[in-house]
């Protein structure tokens, strides 16, 4: 592989970070008036419509099992994780999310070797832990009192969302053997949108959108959600899993550099310290000869 396809392999997977990055900078001032449920419907199916066009030309052939797996991973990465996401996000920073969101290497990792007979050497291990030492940094701020945890509801729901997205991660895993990942995309994308919708239709969200809040929920859609995924493919095709999957993890840094220039949020000694431990333990985790990362970038 030449020097200047290198590159370009390393360009993507820093871009699909930087995209990934900006979710909950992108998603934070609009919650404040929107639903967490309405904008996860939208934002779900504007990336359904921007990434149907790449899909097009590919003909695929499902069985009963195919439809029984891409509905398994819709309910857990395209309703549950990403409403449990956006609802925490409306209670917590921006900065926080950024950070916890990189708990779901943790989870992926362990349904994989709990349930999927996946192996993970010493090194690996020590990595798990560092970046679930990380994600307790970031809820606790290291302050115990009352004899426990003082943790934050929004917090915990961004914790929760991982878990979903791990468990959408693992099940992928399977399907991307015989299905490509943009068509599993698509699909999720389209059906996780379409009862999302339904969900909105029966709890009576509020349709409550302002103008000038649509040019945030398309950037959202389009760039945090579709975008992030087609840079990420095509860096996992260039320069390879582990590379890819480490540098993705960094997307926690962009994430917190968004949070303290557009939304002025401040940042902790603490949040600091969690990324730099937490992207430590990822990289650990897929080194060569740890357990093989998941095809499925964390948001899809």
Not at 30 to 40: F, R, V, Y
Not at 139 to 144: E, S, W
Not at 173 to 189: D, E, F, N, Y
Request: charged share 10%; hydrophobic share 55%.
């Amino acid at each position: 592989m030449n020097l200047e396809s290198n590159k370009k392999g390393y360009a993507f997977a820093i871009l699909a970070a930087a995209f990934f990055g900006s979710v909950s900078t992108l998603a934070k001032p609009s919650l404040e008036s929107i639903n967490p449920t309405l904008l996860t419907c939208m934002v779900y199916l504007i990336s359904a419509a921007a990434i149907t066009p790449a899909t097009l030309h590919k003909s695929m052939s499902f069985r009963r099992k195919d439809f029984l797996l891409i509905l398994g991973v819709t309910i857990s990465g395209a309703v549950i994780a990403p409403l449990m996401y956006f609802h925490g996000l409306q209670i917590t920073t921006a900065s926080n999310t950024a950070v916890l969101s990189n708990m779901e290497t943790v989870f992926t990792v362990a349904i994989a070797i709990l349930f999927f007979k996946e192996k993970l050497n010493k090194i690996g291990y020590i990595g798990l832990v560092m970046v679930t030492l990380g994600g307790v940094i970031v809820i606790t701020d290291l302050r115990l009192s009352n004899f426990g945890i003082q943790l934050d509801a929004g917090n915990l729901l961004i914790i929760g969302s991982s878990l979903f997205w791990a468990l959408d991660n693992n099940i992928s895993k399977i399907i991307t053997k015989r299905i490509s990942v943009l068509k599993i995309a698509q699909l999720k994308s389209v059906i996780g949108g379409g009862l999302l919708l339904a969900v909105a239709m029966v709890t009576n969200v509020p349709i409550l959108i302002k103008i000038t809040e649509i040019p945030f929920i398309l950037l959202l859609g389009t760039v945090g959600f579709a975008a992030s995924l087609y840079c990420f493919l095509r860096a996992l095709k260039i320069i390879g899993i582990v590379k890819t999957i480490v540098i993705f993890a960094t997307s926690s840094v962009f994430g917190l550099i968004f949070a303290v220039l557009f939304l002025h949020e401040e940042v902790s000694i603490y949040q600091i310290g969690a990324i730099i431990v937490m992207i430590s333990g990822v990289y650990l985790i897929n080194r060569k000869g740890e357990i093989e990362p998941t095809l499925v970038p964390p948001e899809y």
